[in-house]
C-alpha cells in the first residue's frame, strides 16, 4: 500500500500559480492560525480570513466559466447565420417542435 501524500504547503500551492488554490491554502492557514491567536493578533487575523473569503467569494466558479465561455460561442455563431429565421426560432429534434417530415408515407 503506497504511502498517504504528504499535504501540500502554503508556499508550495501558491508557487504552483493556481489562483483560487492560493487563496485557498491561505484560508486554511488563516483559520488554523485563529485556534490559537489571542488579543489584537486575533483580530488581525480575522481580518485578514475575512478579506480572503471575500476574494473567494467574488471568483467566478469553475462551472460558471465554462458556462459563459459556451454562452459567448453560441452568441458568435448566431450572429453569422445567415438566413431568414433568427438561430434561436430553429427547431431541432422531436422536442415539442415540427421535426420537417411528412407524416404519412
Known sequence: ????????TTAQVVAGGDYRASLEAIRDRLAAEMATAEGASLASVAKQLADVLSRLENLPSKEASALDDLAKRRTRRRK??????????????????????SGGT
Do not use: L, N, W, Y
Open 1 to 8: 500500500m503506497p504511502a498517504p501524500r504528504k499535504a501540500k
Open 80 to 101: 453569422t447565420i445567415v438566413g431568414d429565421e433568427p438561430a434561436g426560432d430553429v427547431e431541432r429534434g422531436t422536442r415539442g417542435g415540427r421535426s420537417g417530415r
